[in-house]
């Protein structure tokens, strides 16, 4: 489930519109201008300018993406055995009109799943009809470890719940005093809308008027308007997680149509790779490869990339089936590289996903999984997928991404991020990062979610340049020409200072420039 970054009172999920928010910072580089992007520009001016890429296949697993958004139009993949709207499975690949890509979460007459439970109370429901009222003491010995999990994913779901609750209640009473204030300004001031340098100038005479102020400021907000909808973004947020993701009443599968727990059922869902609620998959398949040619919004880091859509996201938590059969869809249908920005706590058919993650290996597809937004240690908390396998062996097509900032001081790790020196495998930059948006729009959003798709657009561009590299190369070679940063940084979810260079396997940030070069030393190495 994508985490909801929340401060005390406001969401750090910053969406400002002001024209300086517009500068993509992730692809800076690091030596010339003292930031710790990836060099996207220099690496192509300086590295590739005399190269032909060869496009290829990146699959975006996620919730959603916007087919129709401008600067996404001309890069997504388009299944050249399939034709448009004929209702016909032309390639015979079980999936009728997937021109685009592919949809586990969505019904054979087109209706769309948009929220899901968590997979804590799914398991919680799950077992709740056999051991709720019992005692542990009066049941079978084989009965009673699944018991103490029954307790637990259920005090784990009502704590959830009303933790969420709560939080919807605190934030809809500051919404409600916040738009009180700022329709009285608006009336007092004459004005649609009210910006910051309206709110300063108003502050001397305006107690209410500094203090919206110092709340945009805070958030990084331009207006009154663009607080108005982030508040009302969260509301939205936090009220799913309250009925649908905690609620173990709540059945959000129906429309699908499919047994949920059938994991070789294949041949279900319906070919809107859009769904009811694009933006966070939209987002991502704009930073790996949103169009660089067409003078528009902003630019990917791959210029050479087919993107394609896997919705099997949910608002709430991915099901495993559904994410072995996303992985199997993107290999079967020509995917390279796959990004996987979506993450769990429980894997009840955690098996299935790992034939998928096996059969994606014997296919030779990298996979790259953000690490996740918890500020947690992986190597001592569970997460799903993760980066090993059941026996404990490392998975070696996938990459682990945490989340990296725009400074190179005390903040360099995101203050959300995943961490682990010995279950991830690099940072990239994931805090503040500006991109595709539906409805042909762009704003700003944080997460390892963003990290991840700077590493496949990295990987994509090494792949496309260099088309001999297999997923082990591509994999080492990010890995290798990571740049390593001894700062002290605090830990995420902490104020404890550590060396930045412990929080993952390489303790740098990935860097496109770096590894073009190392890509470009070998390939000579072999010409030799």
């Given at each position: ?20 928010d ?21 690496t ?10 060869t ?50 979460i ?23 009809p ?63 809308n ?9 502050a001397?005479?305006s ?20 607080m ?33 727990e ?12 859009m ?32 993107i ?7 608002d ?16 079967d249908?020509g ?16 098996q ?55 400074s ?47 590493v ?8 496309s ?64």
């Amino acid at each position: 489930m994508k985490k909801l970054l929340l401060s005390a009172s406001i969401c750090l999920l910053s969406m400002a519109a002001s024209a300086q928010d517009t500068l993509q910072w992730y692809h800076r580089d690091p030596k010339a201008d003292n930031i710790p992007g990836i060099a996207t520009d220099r690496t192509y001016r300086e590295l590739l300018k005399d190269r032909k890429p060869t496009p290829v296949v990146v699959a975006v697993i996620d919730g959603g993406i916007d087919s129709t958004h401008e600067d996404l139009r001309r890069v997504l993949w388009v299944n050249p055995k399939e034709i448009p709207g004929n209702g016909k499975d032309d390639d015979k690949n079980g999936y009728v009109d997937d021109i685009h890509g592919w949809n586990f979460i969505g019904g054979k007459d087109g209706k769309n799943v948009q929220y899901e439970t968590a997979e804590v109370t799914r398991l919680y429901r799950k077992l709740r009809p056999q051991y709720e009222g019992k005692n542990r003491a009066s049941l079978k010995p084989d009965q009673q470890k699944e018991y103490d999990l029954y307790v637990k994913t259920k005090a784990e779901v009502e704590s959830k719940r009303l933790e969420y609750q709560t939080q919807y209640q605190g934030i809809k009473q500051f919404y409600e005093q916040y738009t009180t204030i700022v329709d009285e300004l608006k009336t007092s001031l004459q004005k649609k809308n009210l910006d910051t340098t309206d709110l300063r100038q108003a502050a001397s005479s305006s107690r209410q008027a500094g203090a919206i102020y110092r709340v945009l400021k805070q958030q990084d907000v331009a207006d009154t308007d663009a607080m108005k909808g982030q508040l009302d973004k969260i509301l939205d947020e936090l009220k799913a997680r309250a009925e649908y993701a905690y609620n173990p009443d709540f059945d959000g599968r129906a429309v699908v149509g499919d047994q949920p727990e059938n994991v070789n059922e294949r041949n279900y869902g319906n070919a809107d790779i859009m769904g009811p609620d694009p933006f966070h998959g939209t987002h991502v398949a704009g930073i790996i490869g949103a169009d660089r040619t067409n003078s528009l919004g902003i630019l990917g880091v791959s210029d050479a990339v087919r993107i394609m859509g896997v919705r099997a996201v949910p608002d709430g938590d991915e099901r495993d089936k559904d994410v072995a059969n996303a992985i199997r869809y993107a290999v079967d249908n020509g995917a390279q590289i796959i990004n996987m920005s979506f993450g769990k706590d429980y894997s009840p058919q955690r098996q299935a996903v790992e034939e998928a993650e096996r059969y994606a290996l014997s296919k030779g597809v990298l996979l790259v999984h953000a690490a996740g937004n918890d500020g947690k240690n992986l190597d001592t908390t569970a997460s799903y997928p993760a980066d090993k396998f059941m026996d404990g062996k490392e998975i070696p097509n996938m990459i682990t991404v945490g989340a990296s900032s725009s400074s190179t001081g005390d903040e360099l790790a995101a203050s959300f991020s995943n961490y682990g020196k010995g279950s991830v495998d690099v940072f990239a930059p994931g805090k503040t990062i500006f991109s595709t948006v539906p409805g042909s729009q762009y704003q700003n959003s944080d997460g390892t979610s963003m990290a991840a798709p700077v590493v496949a657009g990295v990987a994509a561009v090494l792949k496309s340049y260099f088309p001999k590299l297999t997923y082990a190369d591509l994999k080492r070679i990010i890995v290798q020409s990571a740049v390593p940063y001894k700062t002290q940084v605090k830990k995420p979810e902490s104020n404890e200072m550590v060396d930045f260079s412990t929080l993952s396997k390489t303790g740098g940030v990935v860097n496109l420039y770096e590894a073009v070069k190392l890509a470009l030393a070998q390939e000579g190495d072999k010409a030799k």
